[in-house]
């Protein structure tokens, strides 16, 4: 019998691209098989993202596209939008199901309830406080060099703008035996760098007895073929001493953290509820270089947050310039329903927060330039994760342990690179790249 065939479109973070990988395990479980999203499909699943105003639109958009790419397939729409606005989501005539971002255990059955009766349905379950991991597969194994982990659901920290704990429930993780042997089954399918992602990831194991995010981590270092272990992403107030001795004195955990700020402006990071004034921020940053000086430190910063006047968004550039970060992501603020900030008064004027963003984004280029070229000149470890090229020309992109990407000049053996550490001289850079040739393969 012809295999019934699904497809996927995620939207949003790594969470949301971890669940999908195992809801496409889950399908193929149940008998499907897995094609993209642009060919014609039994089910579409449409893992939604609420982030911003904008995600929500673009969630969407990627529902009524399946619908027309099909118009008798079944089309679940899951995710953050779905839990957040299932009613929204559920007057959308497209849609068949709606599920939010816990209780998919069972969506192939549900799906095949639905080819009896095509009535459409919204299942979308609110979270209470004994909620549970949700146990879903181990994701769909793609025979890359880098994968994600997620370890971690849930977060209570109440940051005014973000809608994020109302749709992800309270905090919970993966038990630590689960972690490990689902990272081991990943290394032996041939990854070597493994990426621990989660909601609020640095209170992993805040309602475990004895668990914390540096014991898994002292774990994880134990499996063999293991080459490297990196955080997505740390609050400042998760980064313990405990922690931090851990990563010093790892040899497999990357010298890189991401420790999201949010602005640089002490009254605005106030008025955002965290938990932290820039200078207990930037004594942080002090701490952990003293211990660590080539630490790479990267983070989140958000323009144009309600009340955001000139003068602090100037001096959250200023902050920002000041501790000198190797990576920025910026983001432009944008009210979620349901949030205090949204009823905030001052709401910035959206060519106010784009000409902002611009100005936070051209610091954080100059910044990851001047990050980057101090490498230049040092020997570095790059894990090969794609290979381009032909004949005896190839070239190989990675990573090095602080997480600057890097092309590299292989030999002859073309495709037989990926997944390999390289050492390399870094000789210069290329746009946004660094430039290495290889001394040996490890
Ligand atoms: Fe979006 Fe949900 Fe991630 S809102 S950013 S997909 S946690």
Known sequence: MKKKKVAFYTLGCKVNFCETEALQTLFEKAGYSVTDFDRPADVYVINTCTVTGISDHKSRKAIRRARRRAPGAIIVATGCYAQGFPDEVEAMEQVDLVVGTHGRENLPQLVAELEQDRSPRQLVRP??????????????????TRGFLKIQEGCNQGCTYCIVPAVRGPLRSLPPEEAVARAQAMVESGYREIVLTGIHLGLYGAELEGVTLAVLLE??????GLLRLRLSSIEPSDIT???VERIIASEKICPHLHIPLQSGDGEILSMMNRPYTPEEYLYLVRWLRSMKSDLAISTDVMVGFPG???ENHRRSLAFVRSVNFSRLHVFAYSPRPGTPAAEFPGQVERAVK??????????GKKMAASFRRKFIGSRQEVLIEKVSGQDSQFFGEGFTPHYLRTRVSLDGRGRGWTGKAVEVIIEGEEGEFLRGVPLRQT
């Open 241 to 243: 001493g405990e922690l």
């Open 127 to 144: 979270y209470g406080d004994s909620c549970t991991f949700e146990m879903l597969p181990p994701g769909r194994r793609r025979g890359r």
């Open 308 to 310: 955001e006047r000139e």
């Open 219 to 224: 774990e994880l270092e134990r499996i063999p």
């Open 354 to 363: 784009e000409r902002r963003s611009r100005e936070m984004i051209e610091l």
